[in-house]
């Protein structure tokens, strides 16, 4: 029972943290010449994504990547998640968003919009998926 409570606490404020992020956030980009990632803003300010936090949590990559399954494509989506959500959700749930959505992008300059990370959050977040502490190690 603690752990449906811990789960259900856990989605309930990855929900409010992402829906923070939409009001914020319209477009996910990346520069694949230089391994960089940003954040879109409405009003088209690219602000980009620091490694710096995700490397406190654990070190795939020491660079951001994406269009195939490794170690850079899960520091991104790390970064992302961190970025987008909360610490506990990010860390539950960055393999399976770099799967979902990393891994496909292309092997180049990208662009992501939020609304197709919303549509994934929405099938995590409805899906209730457990989260135990084994889930929540890195």
């Known amino acids: 029972m603690d752990n449906d409570k ?21 477009l996910i980009v990346g520069d694949w010449e ?4 940003y954040l879109v803003t409405y009003a088209t300010k690219r602000i980009p994504l620091d490694i710096t ?3 406190r949590i654990t070190k795939h990559s020491f660079d951001f990547s994406w269009g195939y399954a490794g170690s850079g494509p899960a520091q991104t989506a790390l970064a992302l998640l961190l970025e987008l959500t909360t610490e ?4 539950a749930y960055y393999q399976q968003f770099k799967f979902d959505l990393i891994t496909p992008l292309p092997q180049d300059n990208f662009s992501l919009p939020m609304r197709k990370v ?21």
């Open 118 to 138: 919303e549509q994934w959050m929405n099938t995590i977040l409805d899906s209730g998926k457990t989260v135990s502490r084994e889930t929540l190690q890195v």
């Open 34 to 37: 230089n391994y960089a990632v």
């Open 53 to 55: 936090k995700s490397h």
């Open 88 to 91: 506990d959700f990010a860390v």
């Open 6 to 26: 811990e789960t259900s606490r856990i989605l309930h404020e990855a929900r409010r943290a992402f829906i923070r992020s939409c009001k914020l956030y319209k």
